[in-house]
Nanobody, 124 residues
C-alpha cells in the first residue's frame, strides 16, 4: 500500500506559477500511474493530469494543456505538477492519486490511493 501526501499549494495571483508535489511512502511511486485531480468550490472533483507508470506518457485536461506539466522525480519518490499562467478558475483543492492498473485515466474510481489534498487559490 502507498501513502500519498500533497504539498505546494497556496494563494497566488493570476498569471503566477506554482509547483505541487505528491510524495509517496510505503512503496515506490514509479510502480504506479499517478493522476492529479482538483475540486473547485461547489463542483465535482475533475481530472487534471496523469502520468503512466510504464513509459511515462502524460495526459492533460484541455483546460490546463499547455500551462501545466506533470513529471516524476524517482530519486525523491515524488510526482510534481508544475502550474504556469494560473487563472482564477484553477482555484480548488488539488489531489494526487495512484493506482497500478488503470485504463481510464480521467476516471476517479480507477485510482486506489488518494492524498488529502492541497489548496490552491488564484486571485484575479
Amino acid at each position: 500500500q502507498v501513502q500519498l501526501v500533497e504539498s505546494g499549494g497556496g494563494l497566488v495571483q493570476a498569471g503566477d506559477s506554482l509547483t505541487l508535489s505528491c510524495a509517496a511512502s510505503g512503496r515506490t511511486l514509479s510502480m504506479y500511474t499517478v493522476g492529479w485531480f482538483r475540486r473547485a468550490p461547489g463542483k465535482e472533483r475533475e481530472f487534471v493530469s496523469a502520468i503512466r507508470r510504464s513509459g511515462g506518457t502524460t495526459y492533460y485536461a484541455d483546460s490546463v494543456k499547455g500551462r501545466f506539466t506533470i513529471s516524476r522525480d524517482n530519486a525523491k519518490n515524488t510526482v510534481a505538477l508544475q502550474m504556469n499562467s494560473l487563472k482564477p478558475e484553477d482555484t480548488g483543492v488539488y489531489y494526487c492519486a495512484a493506482s497500478v492498473g488503470i485504463v481510464q485515466l480521467t476516471t476517479r474510481s480507477e485510482y486506489d490511493y488518494w492524498g488529502q489534498g492541497t489548496q490552491v487559490a488564484v486571485s484575479s
